[in-house]
Structure formats: C-alpha cells, structure tokens
C-alpha cells in the first residue's frame, strides 16, 4: 500500500537554529505589539470590535506557535490551560494547541520510524494511518495495528526536536536573567534545571514507557483511573507504541455529560491529582485536557507521563499547612511556613512576609479552601481580583515560589482550568480537609477559622 501517496505532504518541519527561532517569537511579539497599539489608537477615535481582534491576535499567535512546536508551543498550551492568564476570546483560540496543531509530513515520519526500527514500516505495521489522530509540542501519534491484530498508538517525536528544545530553554534563559530584579541569580538557574529536566525527559520515550508502566500500578490502586499500557518491544527513544484508547477526550465529554456524571468524574480527577501529590509524592505534571480521554466504561485514562515530577514531602505538606494555618486564622503562622518553604526574595527588609497583606491574598487565591460549600469555579473571578491586590501590594511580585513549585503549581492552573470551562463545583474544601486529616496535618477544625467566615460570598 503507497501510504505516502495517501498521506500527501502535508505540515513541514519546525525551524531548529535557537536565533531563528528566536527571531519568529521577536517579530511575532513585534507583531502583535504594533497591532495592539494601533487598535488602542483606532478606539480613540471609532468604536471597535475588541473581541473580534483579541481572536485574530490569538490566531497569529497560535499559527507561530503551532509551527515552531517544542518549547514555544509547551509555553501556548501552558497559557491557554488556565482561564486567569488570558481574556476568553484569546483562550478560545490558543486552546487548540491542547489537542492540535500543524502535522509534520508523512514522509518525515516515515523516515523516523523504519530508522527506528530498522526495517521499512511495512514490516512494522500490519496497517499504519498517515493521518495523525493528534499532534502536539514534540511529537504526533498515529494509529496503527500490529501483525498479531492489536490496534496500537504511536506516538512519533519530531526529527530534530531535541536541538529546538535546547534553542528554546536557551532563550527561556535569557528572558529569566532579565527578570532578576525580582528574582535572585541561584532561584533563576534552579527555575531553569526545573524546567530543563521536565521538558528534555519528555523528549524521552523510553522513560515514557517506564512512566506509564509504574503508574499503571500506581493507578491500579484508584477505582475508574487507569494509564495505557505501553508495548516495550515498539518503543525506542522516539518512539512511544501504547494500547489504543478509544472514547472521548475529557472536556468533550464533560459538555454533554448529565450533571451528576459530570460533578463525580471532576471529582475524581480532582481527588486523584490530590492522592498523587500528597500521599503518592509524585505528579503526571501535564493537565491539559488534551491529555484525558473518558473510555466507554466511563473509566479516566491519563495518557500522557513524559513530564513527571517527583514531589518533595516537606513542600507537599507545606502546602498542607498553609491551608490549614488559614482555616486556623493563624496568618503569622503562615507566612512562616511561606519563608521556611523558600518563598520570596531574601532581600533584607522586604516586606514579602507580611501577615495581614499574605490573609489578604488567601482569601482571593484559596478562596474554594475556605468555603464548606460546592463551588462555582465558572464564576470565579480570581484574575480581576488579583491584579487589584497587586496594584495595591506591588511588593507581592517578590514571594516568588521555590523551583520545587514550579510544576506543581503548574498542574494547579491546568487543574483550575478545567474546573472553570467545564462549569465545575466541587466542595474542594472538604477533599483539602480529608486529605489534610490524613496527612496528620489538620490541627483543628476548620470551620472555627476566622478566615472562613470572613471569605467572600
């Protein structure tokens, strides 16, 4: 069977050189700088369609990002995931690259996969789809059936991803080394390990494989959540072959799910993404919806492990007693913990720390913690609320988090994300206070907290 005469040439490589790629991300933030500014004179004058050109910006935005893939397209997925960093018109737009982007021609592929596995692919695959039924940041995934009859995904890294990795943690390094007015020199570089272990052992689909055969059993021990399987004797370093799974990707199927389907399985992504963190001390740290699909047993798959992250204990229970300590109204033991967890800039006679203004942020920023109640995250106006907050204490900017963080709060965004768009409530008060007595970290009961009932309402 000619497989590429069916495919065509379709999609074509990423740009690999790091000036070139830095060049596209320049003029595209040139680009959309001039626009910007012309629109706000344009309104000056005329009236105008705000949110028509907040959808065009975001669509040049996507189409770039989209091309380049690697990191630039990892940093628009991290972007679109949470409803706070962006006005809805643009989220709209840039959350396509969660589930799709340009494919790279077959032909590219092809190549990958008989150089993989030494032999011509028709010799791999009973039958291989050159239509790819995804295609994200560093790689694609096709299906395919194996001589024996079973169907199979494949997941095919983009040649030459890995230098595009390099081209793009390089420039991330550049953008922090300016940033570090606010955030000192050794915070940066541990940001930048942070990130350059989590995004290069993505790169790594041999450890993938690893990953998703660990939390197999991980999983194994939470009903209606599981991982593929993947086939270690189809998987190389670039190339992932994984049980097809076949249902509906998570947010879709959250649309038209009955009510009471939809509260249940938001809690069980909820509280599955607590029992990693918290008691199993490592994260599938990817939540994108892009990354859940819902089989027809009505069972979650988690399908994506390249980016894992193994969790501290003493940051994961400090996390813990934060909330508890607002539940407690102990503000002064909260920004304790904050200092001891290695918030902030260690600047002398910075006023990071300050208790009242640290109460202040908790009940705009844990506010579904503090209330005994089923939440309405679709109404949840953290963003506005935020920004009022550091327009007030601008001296905020500095209680950066420590790298430890940086994923985790990741999946937190990604987390909140989903639970807005879908329209979710949830009591995540109660799941936080179960989880909290578990880890013997609640010292009281939170309903007595001053915090509590002084949260908004």
């Given amino acids: ?18 000036f ?21 004179a344009k309104g000056l004058f005329t009236r105008t369609d705000d949110e028509a050109f907040s959808r065009d910006q975001a669509a040049k935005i996507v189409k770039v990002l989209g091309e380049m893939k690697g990191g630039a397209m990892k940093v628009g997925q991290i972007l679109s ?12 737009q840039l959350s396509q690259l969660q589930s799709a982007a340009p494919p790279m021609p077959y032909r590219m592929i092809k190549e990958v996969l008989e150089e993989a596995f030494g032999r011509p692919l028709e010799y791999v695959f009973a039958s291989f789809d050159p239509e790819p039924i995804g295609s994200a940041s560093i790689g694609q995934v096709h299906r395919a059936r194996l001589e024996d009859g ?13 230098s595009t990795l390099r081209s793009d943690l390089k420039n991330l390094g550049s953008v922090l080394t300016m940033s570090r007015v606010v955030i000192e020199k050794h915070k940066t570089d541990a940001y930048l390990a942070e990130i350059e272990r989590a995004i290069l052992a993505e790169s790594d689909y041999a450890a993938e494989a690893e990953n998703l055969l660990h939390f197999n059993e991980v999983l194994a021990q939470r009903p209606g959540v599981r991982a593929p399987r993947p086939l270690l004797e189809w998987t190389r370093q670039n190339v992932l072959t994984m049980e097809l799974v076949r249902g509906q990707k998570l947010d879709v199927w959250l649309e038209t799910a009955p009510i009471e389907d939809k509260t249940a399985m938001l809690a069980r992504f909820v509280d599955t993404y607590a029992w990693l963190f918290h008691e199993q001390l490592e994260l599938q740290a ?17 399908l994506d492990f390249g980016c894992v992250k193994r969790c501290d204990p ?4 400090a996390i813990l007693d934060i909330m508890d300590a607002c539940w407690q109204g102990e503000d002064d033991r909260a920004a304790q913990i904050y200092r001891a967890a290695g918030f902030g800039k260690e600047a002398h006679g910075d006023d990071v720390f300050n208790a009242r203004k640290l109460r202040e942020y908790h009940e705009i920023s844990l506010e579904p913690f503090l209330r005994d109640e089923a939440f309405d995250f679709a109404s949840w106006d953290m963003r506005r609320r935020l920004q009022r907050f550091i327009f007030d204490w601008p001296t905020f900017i500095k209680l ?32 936080a206070v179960e989880t909290a007595r578990r880890r013997g970290r609640l010292t009281g009961e939170p309903l007595r907290s001053a915090l509590l009932a002084r949260a908004p309402r």
């Fill in 1 to 18: 069977m000619d497989w590429e005469k069916l495919a065509g040439e379709k999609g074509e490589a990423p740009p690999s050189g790091r």
């Fill in 20 to 40: 070139d790629r830095l060049f596209r991300v320049g003029k595209l933030g040139m680009s959309v700088g001039a626009s910007s500014a012309l629109q706000k």
């Fill in 81 to 92: 995931s949470d409803p706070d960093l962006l006005p809805p018109e643009m989220l709209a």
């Fill in 150 to 162: 079973r169907d199979v995904a494949v997941k095919i890294q983009y040649p030459g991803i890995g």
């Fill in 286 to 302: 990817d939540p994108h919806p892009g990354n859940f699909i819902v089989d027809s047993d009505g069972t979650l798959v988690m």
């Fill in 314 to 317: 003493a940051f994961a229970d």
């Fill in 400 to 431: 950066t988090p420590p790298a430890e963080g940086l994923l985790i709060f990741r999946v937190l965004g990604g987390i909140k994300g989903l639970l807005a768009k879908s329209g979710g409530r949830l009591n995540v008060h109660r799941m």
